[in-house]
């Protein structure tokens, strides 16, 4: 009677032991879910907490670990902790070193740092796990692109078009600015119409065309008059268009840009500055142009294609 009771009180602990498993590994589980789920809603906080909890269980898979590693960082990197997002990246790619993603994401949190060349680095390792992987071509192509390496970036946004061709539209735009960059302005007048064919309305495209075709000495005044009967003028950029068909001065174009948001204002007066320069150049006033050029060389943000094509123009000379 004795041995009766200690084997039944022996097998209700061993239940009760593992019933408490089972239910933590399914509370690690549950927290992992509900991260993605906090990351999808927007709740980086949230998410944060949870995979840090779910990590913390200690009954996940190494890859479910570096899955729920990889999507704090993913939180982190949104809200603009780079820092950290890049910590847990790392944690992440320690538990599973063939995992592409995570140097995917790492490669964006090294670009949210402005650090270009790590992120390149990590776009290459993603591709080499992923080949078919469009994105991590593009985003390479554009960081190439920022460090001045044009025709590298090239190769990227061709190879991005070429494994993805849902991607051919994008990368034909970037590739056409890349190529005015270099000076090769007939080709980036291709890419430009390529890309103007899905985007027609896409005023800033309309502009790029019209400068590529100018500096090709080609008359691109007709075609952008035509275009222009599709395109909303009444807001910026459009005052700069009405200044290429001689429909507004350039003045009341500068005036124009101090208008609208104020968060935007900054980005329109370097804009202004580098189409206006642009427009002067193309029309035979290289010494005014060069002021306004240097000014959009100079004030324009490093991730504004403007502000690469103007230094670039500026290092040609006249």
Aim: proline share 4%.
């Amino acid at each position: 009677m004795i041995l009766f009771r200690w084997f039944a009180i022996a097998t209700a602990i061993l239940a009760t032991i593992v019933l408490w498993a089972g239910s933590a590994e399914a509370d690690g589980a549950d927290d992992l879910q509900a991260c993605y789920r906090a990351n999808d809603n927007g709740d980086y906080d949230k998410a944060i907490a949870l995979c840090t909890s779910a990590v913390e269980s200690g009954d996940l898979s190494s890859n479910d670990q570096a899955h729920a590693l990889n999507d704090r960082g993913n939180a982190y990197n949104t809200q603009g902790d780079f820092d950290r997002a890049i910590a847990s990246y790392d944690d992440a790619i320690r538990l599973a070193p063939d995992y592409p993603e995570a140097y995917y994401d790492r490669a964006t949190a090294y670009d949210g740092k402005g650090d270009y060349d790590r992120a390149i680095l990590d776009y290459g390792r993603e591709i080499a796990l992923q080949p078919s992987g469009a994105d991590a071509f593009l985003s390479r192509g554009q960081d190439f692109a920022l460090e001045g390496k044009y025709s590298e970036a090239i190769r990227d946004y061709d190879q991005a078009g070429t494994v993805d061709p849902e991607y051919g539209d994008v990368a034909a735009w970037a590739k056409g600015q890349a190529l005015f960059n270099l000076g090769r302005f007939p080709e980036a007048s291709a890419e430009f119409e390529r890309y103007l064919q899905v985007k027609p309305d896409y005023v800033f495209g309309a502009l790029w065309l019209y400068l590529a075709r100018a500096h090709s000495k080609q008359d691109g005044g007709p075609a952008l008059a035509d275009r222009s009967q599709q395109l909303d003028l009444s807001q910026w950029p459009g005052p700069l268009v009405k200044v290429y068909l001689g429909a507004l001065a350039a003045d009341d174009a500068l005036a124009a840009a101090k208008q609208g948001d104020p968060s935007y204002r900054d980005r329109q007066a370097c804009e202004a500055a580098f189409y206006i320069g642009e427009f002067k150049l193309v029309s035979g006033r290289a010494a005014e142009a060069q002021r306004d050029l240097t000014q959009a060389a100079t004030t324009c943000p490093k991730s504004a294609a403007e502000r690469d094509a103007a230094r670039m123009e500026l290092q040609r000379g006249p």
